[in-house]
């Protein structure tokens, strides 16, 4: 098993849960820990309940996990829910003066603050916080310092006296901790290592700045919003001219636009704005004008559980915008692999000029992973393909400036790729046209059109999917061949997966993973041949109809031996998938719901 | 729009200016009259093709793009004014005309009709104002008068007509004025100065339909149409003033300028990241030590 250590802070929205956990976060960073961070909150700004996870460890974290180590209930509320869930072993740091612990498992260890004797509350609104947090820095064996540095650069702004104070109620925390509470057994590690901590929407909008975006627009909408966040506030260093528009539809089209004067667009929603994008999509393809789209998926339909995750937008993504048109649609793995896949993405886009969509979800956009610096990479490889501007093509390469007038925006070739010339650049005049058109860009539709020329036009832009194809990796598999059990997911639950099967394998139940990264082009031939070999293959999927599951057995013909769905808006939680797979292999059922054990 | 015009070095012809295609439009349409006072506004303003953009939506008027030797986008219905943003703001430099028809801006277009005039993108947008649907046979459009009956009202509209004009004015766009396919010289003389003008300029231009308007023919505008140019008394600075001119209509309407202010920053003028230059001729990498900085943020 994993040495890992997890906390758990909750409280109401407004109540300061996001601070404690920041400080946190920061510390287990700085000590050089990987740490996962989810958390679970409502569509409220003030009030309701949210329950922050911080899991941490030496080795990486993927997942919120199985356990709370340590609970810090901000309010009656939070202890209510969640101190059954506490298990041996686990510690609860609350305000004796507002709080009372109901009934706890044997060997939780209950650790009441009297908060009013050991701070100022008239003056110090959130001193339950910081209390709590100096108690847990000691339970968990982290010298003082540690928090003192980061209280530090937090009140910063405040002044010297606000600094002071907190640290002082930081501190009493702590002293009281050391003399009346149990300190947790194994203190929290350290490494040399440092990780950088970042949301998967901070992740995708570095991803796009380092892919060479210029031009990103939003319309805000939940869990996306993030995204928008991060380029508003680095635009300006970053060269990014960043707008917010009136509406879904307006942003792909100004989207569109911006790709078409020749820069580097982007857009992210969720899943209703991506259904308002949808016939802009279209737009893109015909025009054949590279755009990268993200769709945050939360959970639906329509206004649905804005605040709550899901898989559920596959065949939104599948079949947005009508007729048939070459598209790419990949589902970044985990936080790091938001950042990864955006000037991938960028660069398939822009060679095959069509859209390229990226299928998130709230789990990784509103999550918060460490990762390695090194892997984000500023300097990825930026491939324009064939594209002519008035500095030369997109590569850096003088063009060939043919002002005889022949230039053929939509020349048919053998690669279904024409070369793409931009507004402004002498002697290559052309219109693009939503409607069919022919290889200069002059409608077909409806006065000139006929069988003969429709047919090519389709012919050549679908040519484009055969290179598509070609330029994306099949999938592989991970852990052991042979295994009893095969586990099937797509995008997300990568690291939730990815542990279960560990457990698997140390219960002794050997397990594999194949995990789907590039959902268009989905190389099926690829996917057949790795689990002709497998015995029993079981998909997991954050969706109530197995959205993939029909997907892949649309493509291949393909039928798995069971399913693990959840719908229920939180994520899969390792024992979720460890104990569905072994009721499944015991020919229990087929079909496995996990039910979610904490209630947020 | 002066930030951005770029000259021709040579005298441009109107033959300079022909699209690949004639137009399909019907024998008598106005959007003719439109195309040709555009061409001659151009070949005025002497501004190379290469760096005119002209952005349409959907329609008989949105046909436009096509007729035209200069760069083009036929777009999607309404959203033609969402795509010329996009453009511009990546590439400031070009000259952007936005042609389309009243149900494609004022109908499906609205929203981005009303929010293009708040945010002064620097642009022309030309709507052929025919007050019905003209390509999908002759169904009611947002300027269709009440009572006018058409396929769609076969007992006669009873929605009120959107005032283009005032709702420009009360958006916020910078140049407002209503032109007359019918009065050419009047029209040329509009969109060039739509076109140099700093911001978003609207320009409504009558363009009867021939085929599906019986109403507002021709012989309906002729002795109503009363040039603001005319009128000494016009102030075109005065806000309020072209308020209540834009509420006149019946047997007088006035076409003209009815308003224009150039005090008012363009969106690409008030947005520093632009200070260098167009985004399309930046360096697409971020200068290592600013990715650095964004990565140690983090940490």
Known sequence: MKQTFAIGIGGAAGQGVATPGDILAKIFSRRGLHLNAYNAYQSIIRGGHTLLTIRTGSEKVTNMGDRIDLLIPLNQDTMDRHLQLLTAGAACIYNADTIKPGPAAEGVQLCPLPVSELADISRNKVAQNTLAMGAGLHMMGIGFPALEEVLREQFKKKGEAVVAENIGVARAGYDYAAAHFMSFPNPIPKTENRYAILSGNVAMAMGGAAAGVKFYCAYPMSPSTGVLHWMAAHARKAGIMVRQVEDEIGVINMTIGAAHAGVRAMCATSGGGFALMSEGLGMSAMIETPVVVINCQRAGPSTGVPTKTEQGDLWQMLGAAFGDYPRVIAAPLDIGDCFKLIPEIFNLADRFQCPGLVLCDLLLSEGRLSVHPNDLDFSPPIDRGELITTNGNGNGAPFAVGMNGDYKRYKITESGISPRAVPGVPGHIHTVATDEHMEDGVLISDEFTNPVKRRAMMEKRMRKVAGIEAAVPPPTLWGPRNADVTLIGWGSTKGVIEEACEILNEEGISANQLQIRWLVPLHGEAILEILKDSRHTIIVENNFSGQFARYLRSETSFVPDGHIRKYDGEPFMPHHVVEAVKEQLAGQRKLSVPMHEIMV | ?299
């Open chain 2, 1 to 299: 729009m002066a930030t951005g015009v770029q000259r021709a070095s040579q005298q441009l012809t109107m033959a300079d200016l022909k699209g690949k295609v004639d137009p399909d439009w019907c024998p008598g349409c106005g959007d003719f009259g439109v195309l040709a006072a555009v061409q001659k506004a151009l070949v005025e303003l002497r501004i190379p093709t290469h760096n005119v953009v002209t952005i349409s939506g959907i329609g008989c008027s949105s046909n436009f793009p096509g007729y035209m030797n200069t760069y083009g986008m036929h777009t999607l219905h309404g959203r033609a004014l969402a795509v010329a943003t996009g453009l511009k703001l990546a590439n400031h430099e070009l000259t952007v005309l936005v042609t389309g028809g009243d149900g494609d801006g004022f109908g499906i277009g609205g929203n981005h009709f009303v929010h293009s005039m708040r945010r002064n993108v620097d642009l022309l947008y030309i709507v052929m104002d025919n007050q019905i649907y003209g390509l999908t046979t002759g169904q009611t459009s947002p300027t269709s008068r009440v009572g006018m009956k058409t396929k769609s009202m076969p007992f006669g509209n009873i929605e009120a007509p959107v005032n283009p004009i005032s709702l420009a004015l009360a958006a916020g766009a910078t140049f407002v004025a209503r032109g007359y396919s019918a009065e050419q010289k009047h029209l040329t003389e509009l969109i060039k100065q739509g076109i140099e003008h700093p911001g978003f300029s609207f320009l409504d231009v009558f363009s009867p339909c021939v085929t599906y308007n019986h109403d507002n023919t021709y012989q309906w505008f002729r002795p109503r149409v009363k040039k603001l140019e005319d009128d000494s008394a016009h102030d075109p600075t005065n806000w309020m003033a072209a308020m209540e001119k834009s509420l006149l209509w019946g047997d007088e309407i006035p076409i003209g300028k009815f308003f224009e202010r150039t005090d008012v920053s363009t969106l690409h003028g008030a947005e520093p990241v632009l200070n260098d230059g167009p985004l399309v001729h930046h360096d697409p990498r971020v200068p290592p030590d600013v990715a650095r900085l964004f990565v140690e943020e983090l940490m």
